[in-house]
């Protein structure tokens, strides 16, 4: 496949073990943030996503949390599996249907 | 299946000769989007559309035009395309209700201008 982040932040996480990957975001008022995830060669797939109202939402093995002092948002990935390796985004709506990414993190999950 | 398909998934073009990438969804979407991602950069988004008829800029619009005459369709129009413009291209297409959050993404277009 396609390489798309040459130089990109990478975690190296052990099978079996959680990930948590660090998003800053710039807007205050951004209402809504989500994140996805981009295997190597593929279009990016949406994962979870969460309201600004909100500082934690969970999906399956998955959990976003939001700190809207410090403009951060995370994503704890549980029992990290070999099929979670790859690049992962955060996003936000700065305004209606207008979406800023961030740079992205690689994720390498090692046996 | 539902999807979002691009065409073509690969073109290498000469400076200043007109091409059109085309985006076609069959989820009924009312929302669709261009994308460029460059390594290092993420993605980030070209122009943007939240029904026919209505196109917004997004962060690094110069250089592309598009239209959303259907719903369905939502092609990238580059006039005079430029070495910069070399790139990943990526379209995608959701509901709007709420905001366009769960995007569903075309497998890509790659472009390169010489």
């Known amino acids: 496949g396609e390489s798309v982040g040459l130089h990109l932040p990478t975690l190296s996480v052990q099978e079996g073990d959680n990930s948590i990957i660090n998003c800053a975001y710039s807007n205050s008022a951004s209402d809504y943030f989500i994140w996805y995830k981009q295997e190597s060669g593929k279009g990016p797939q949406f994962i979870i996503d969460i309201r600004s109202n909100m500082d934690k939402r969970q999906g399956q093995r998955v959990t976003v949390l939001l700190n809207k002092t410090v403009k951060h948002l995370s994503l704890q990935i549980a029992a990290t599996q070999p099929g979670d390796s790859a690049v992962y985004f955060c996003a936000e709506n700065v305004g209606w249907g207008k979406l800023q990414f961030g740079a992205g993190t690689q994720v390498v999950v090692t046996p | 299946e539902a999807q979002v398909t691009q065409n073509p998934r690969y073109l290498i073009t000469v400076t200043g000769k007109k091409l059109t990438v085309t985006c076609s969804q069959n989820?009924?979407?009312?929302?669709m989007s261009w994308y460029r991602q460059d390594p290092g950069l993420g993605l980030r988004q070209i122009y943007y559309?939240?029904?026919?008829?209505?196109?917004d800029k997004g962060d690094v619009p110069e250089g592309y035009k598009v239209s959303r005459k259907e719903k369905r369709n939502f092609p990238l129009i580059l006039e005079s395309p430029s070495p910069n413009q070399t790139s990943l291209y990526f379209c995608?297409?959701?509901?709007?209700?709420?905001?366009?959050?769960?995007?569903?993404f075309g497998p890509g277009t790659r472009l390169t201008v010489t």
């Open positions: 989820m009924n979407h009312e929302y």
């Open positions: 995608a297409s959701s509901f709007t209700a709420g905001g366009p959050r769960e995007q569903y």
């Open positions: 559309s939240m029904n026919v008829e209505v196109t």
